[in-house]
């Protein structure tokens, strides 16, 4: 089967630095992708990992091990507007994007 | 962002009733897709085309049709409308040689 796994909720402070893990297994593996979803509103692109590694972009960066079937986003110097659900998914062999349940961070002051 | 529109935004039906939901981009985008979201599924994806008239089923989709007569349009119908289908349901669209998937705003749909 396929599987993305992602803890259902965080909590961090203003100011602090967040990790938000995901673990996956699928059928095949084309690249990862994290999204960003404020409440009520679309999923927004984040970041995209295929190499092993760390891609930074600002206050976001996120991070990819394929031989551990590993991710995780790293947020620093988190602010209010960072409170959101983060989703990792990945794109498995055939093309498809598979998503996890997503994880609601909520940042406060 | 892809200049992805969905219409209507919300919607309630009935149990039984044939609706159709519209995804329209305008920047020709080759690849478009539809995603349901549910509390404690994520996102799934229903159908996906690869071109005009050119399309084929996702995950989840068992009751569910599509249509893409024009590139800029791509519709889904639930066929016959159950209280399982009551979701929010996001369009996604992709470049050709892209990798990043743009969602639209989504609709609320509400089967009683």
């Known amino acids: 089967g396929q599987n993305i796994d992602q803890p259902t909720e965080m909590t961090a402070t203003e100011g602090a630095i967040v990790q938000i893990n995901c673990t996956y297994q699928?059928?095949?593996?084309?690249?990862l992708f994290w999204y960003q979803q404020h409440a009520g509103e679309a999923p927004t692109f984040l970041s995209y990992?295929?190499?092993?590694g760390l891609e930074e972009k600002g206050r976001f960066s996120s991070f990819l091990s394929r031989s551990k079937g590993y991710s995780y986003l790293l947020l620093k110097e988190l602010q209010m507007k960072d409170s959101a659900s983060y989703l990792c998914?990945?794109?498995?062999?055939?093309?498809?994007?598979?998503f996890g349940q997503g994880t609601e961070l909520s940042v406060k002051p | 962002d892809a200049g992805i529109t969905q219409s209507p935004r919300h919607k309630v039906t009935e149990t039984g009733t044939p609706v159709t939901l519209r995804c329209h981009q305008t920047?020709?985008?080759?690849?478009m897709y539809w995603y349901r979201q549910d509390p404690g599924h994520g996102l799934r994806l229903i159908h996906y085309?690869?071109?005009?008239?050119?399309?084929d089923k996702g995950e989840v989709s068992d009751g569910y049709s599509v249509s893409r007569s024009k590139t800029e349009d791509f519709l889904l119908t639930l066929e016959s409308a159950t209280s399982s289908q009551t979701s929010v349901y996001f369009c996604?669209?992709?470049?050709?040689?892209?990798?990043?998937?743009?969602f639209g705003p989504g609709t609320r749909l509400l089967v009683l």
């Open positions: 998914a990945v794109r498995n062999q055939g093309g498809k994007l598979i």
């Open positions: 990992n295929v190499l092993d």
């Open positions: 920047e020709n985008h080759r690849y």
């Open positions: 699928t059928s095949g593996f084309n690249g």
């Open positions: 085309s690869y071109g005009v008239k050119d399309t």
């Open positions: 996604a669209t992709q470049r050709e040689r892209e990798e990043t998937q743009y």
